[in-house]
């Protein structure tokens, strides 16, 4: 640029400042009124009540009145005063993030080129860190919008629309819970994680890849995650199940048997998109609706139809103008996709990190359509596995030669079946009586194969894995009614009384929130809960067991929002301080938990 040429932009750029300071001048006295209204703004808390040392959302509704601009947060001018949103810190709180709305170019009468402006309504979000020290007690914080408003022809000088926002701190032993979601779905903070228990979730490294991936990148990841699910304790009860439905129901034809594979992957699918979204914009625990008595009831009913069909009782059909068209093909399509829609509801408490991850994120966009495809894709890569399974189980008919041993591997798939429908049904019966019923089903199933099943008996290869069969399923019935000599952690019950002042002079308090429908958490009791190593460590702590099950329950819903709970397991380590130090999600092992607590101070 040559000096002519910088010469003219400056002295075209001190005409311009000069002219907008002239018409402040010129202007103030005659626009004092419009000057005070020209812009109002109203602050919102995103949680009615917060503990010290967390954070909330916070976000500023701005109104500017018709016929005028503010400058945005970055004016292409220099000259220009950007818009800031400000908090008064004289409490401690911190505006630690702050993000303003996308602005709008407008070209000005007395500006060359278009101005980086807001009009009209707009909306601004931040993350406000409170105080660790901080008392209980209501505190009024000061919000501001410093800006500069301009019309077509004038600027005004820069001032100031202020607001109060009323922020009330309360012990942690306080039910919190989120407000003015209608207000926050118009921001977007970028998938930050509220520390509502004053410590940070796990799933940040989660979120933060989804928040910074494109929408394939971000589907490819989700469906990952799916396929990695299939290696958590709770899907474990699919395997036989899909073993039985797809080995008794197909022929061996392989385009049959894929087929049935992808009806059952898609009414999976459907299902558990379906539970994923309304769980993550309800804000219930993940899975809950297993708490159900109708939808248990229902699923063991599924499950009784099904193992009917391995029976021989009915066979699934579709109608004859669909079998037209899908080419002849009429075995299991029904069953197939009703298993898939059942399956869905088991499979949806598989929580862990990648869920709970996920759950928030889908949360925070409060988009049904994106929650839902993206749940869809998740479940698309649970169930991939199932349809290689579907393919795989059912040729286990064109085994050496076709013959009534076919009959009874059908049958023995049926009583599978029956199995989970009682499996299912255990949490509705009395704890005095439940836990007979499945080792007595598998005693009684075991004495079947052996005494009244002849079909097969004619191949010894058969016979003798029948047989087999039958004795391990027998033997694993009865050891599990001898009276268990295991020690386990003394566990109390939470109740609403439980509170951080009863620490004492305890290291701690450990918190397992469980519930009867979820796998993952009879896994921890049976294996982690029970080391020797564990239990010793343990009675240093203060050790309580939170009921989820009822998750609709008022008593449940108040523990949700008290610990910001999401699915089950999940346990909450506390130090003697009374500060939540760790937080699991899913199954860890015995030594990982052990380390965990030797490590709270």
């Not at 959302?57 to 400000?86: C, M, Q, R, Y």
């Not at 048997?257 to 625990?285: P, Q, R």
């Not at 059908?410 to 704890?431: D, S, T, V």
Request: aromatic share 12%; proline share 4%; glycine share 8%.
């Amino acid at each position: 640029m040559n000096f002519n040429s910088r010469n003219k932009m400056i002295k075209k750029r001190i005409i311009l400042f000069a002219s907008v300071l002239l018409l402040v001048g010129f202007t103030q006295s005659n626009f004092a009124q419009i000057f005070k209204s020209v812009v109002s703004i109203k602050a919102y808390n995103s949680l009615n009540q917060v503990y010290a040392g967390s954070e909330f959302k916070l976000a500023v509704k701005a109104d500017i009145n018709s016929g005028w601009h503010i400058n945005s947060d970055k004016p292409h001018e220099d000259f220009l005063i950007p818009s800031k949103v400000t908090i008064d810190s004289s409490n401690g709180f911190i505006l630690s993030k702050i993000v303003y709305p996308e602005a709008q170019e407008v070209k000005l009468s007395f500006s060359d080129k278009p101005l980086s402006v807001w009009e009209g309504e707009i909306y601004f979000g931040g993350i406000v860190e409170v105080p660790k020290d901080l008392a209980p007690g209501k505190y009024s914080l000061p919000v501001e919008l410093e800006y500069q408003s301009c019309n077509n022809q004038t600027c005004l000088a820069p001032t100031t629309a202020k607001d109060t926002l009323q922020v009330e701190v309360v012990p942690k032993s306080a039910a919190i819970s989120e407000i003015n979601q209608d207000i926050f779905k118009n921001i977007d903070l970028g998938i930050t994680q509220q520390k509502i228990s004053g410590t940070q979730n796990n799933n940040n490294s989660i979120t933060s890849v989804l928040e910074h991936s494109g929408l394939l990148l971000s589907l490819i990841f989700v469906f990952l995650g799916g396929l990695a699910l299939n290696l958590t304790p709770c899907v474990y009860p699919l395997i036989p199940i899909t073993v039985g439905f797809f080995g008794g129901q197909s022929e061996g034809s392989t385009k049959k048997l894929f087929m049935m594979g992808v009806f059952f992957v898609v009414g999976m699918a459907i299902t558990y998109s379906v539970i994923g979204v309304v769980t993550a914009l309800s804000g219930a625990v993940f899975g809950s609706l297993l708490q159900n008595s109708y939808v248990i009831i229902f699923i063991a009913a599924v499950f009784v139809v099904l193992s009917l069909s391995m029976f021989g009782v009915y066979e699934f059909q579709l109608p004859n103008s669909i079998v037209a068209k899908a080419g002849g093909a009429k075995n299991g399509y029904y069953g197939a996709f009703f298993m898939g829609l059942t399956m869905g509801i088991v499979a949806a408490p598989c929580i862990g990190p990648f869920v709970l991850g996920l759950v928030t994120f889908v949360a925070a966009k409060a988009d049904p359509y994106y929650g839902f495809l993206m749940f869809f894709v998740l479940a698309l890569g649970l169930g991939l596995p199932y349809l290689v399974l579907a393919v795989f189980s059912g040729k286990i008919k064109k085994l050496p030669k076709s013959g009534e041993w076919m009959e009874a591997v059908k049958h023995i798939f049926g009583f599978i079946l029956l199995g989970m429908a009682i499996y299912f049904l255990l949490p509705l019966l009395p704890k005095s009586f439940s836990g007979y019923l499945l080792p007595a089903f598998m005693i009684i199933t075991g004495l079947y194969l052996l005494i009244f099943e002849k079909f097969g008996n004619k191949i010894r290869g058969f016979r003798i894995f029948k047989i087999a069969f039958s004795i391990i399923i027998m033997a694993v019935a009865i050891y599990s009614l001898i009276p268990s000599r295991t020690q386990e952690i003394n566990w109390k019950p939470y109740t609403a009384n439980t509170s951080l002042a009863s620490l004492g002079t305890s290291k701690g308090m450990i918190i397992d929130f469980y519930a009867d429908w979820c796998i993952p958490c009879k896994e921890l009791d049976a294996s982690t809960f029970r080391d020797p190593s564990v239990i010793n460590t343990a009675k240093d702590f203060l050790t309580f067991k939170a009921n989820m099950t009822k998750s609709l329950s008022p008593e449940v819903e108040a523990l949700r929002n008290k610990y910001d709970i999401v699915g089950v397991p999940t346990v909450i380590i506390v130090n003697s301080k009374g500060q939540e130090v760790k937080r699991l999600t899913g199954y860890v092992d015995a030594n990982q938990f052990l380390q965990i607590l030797k490590n709270v101070e």
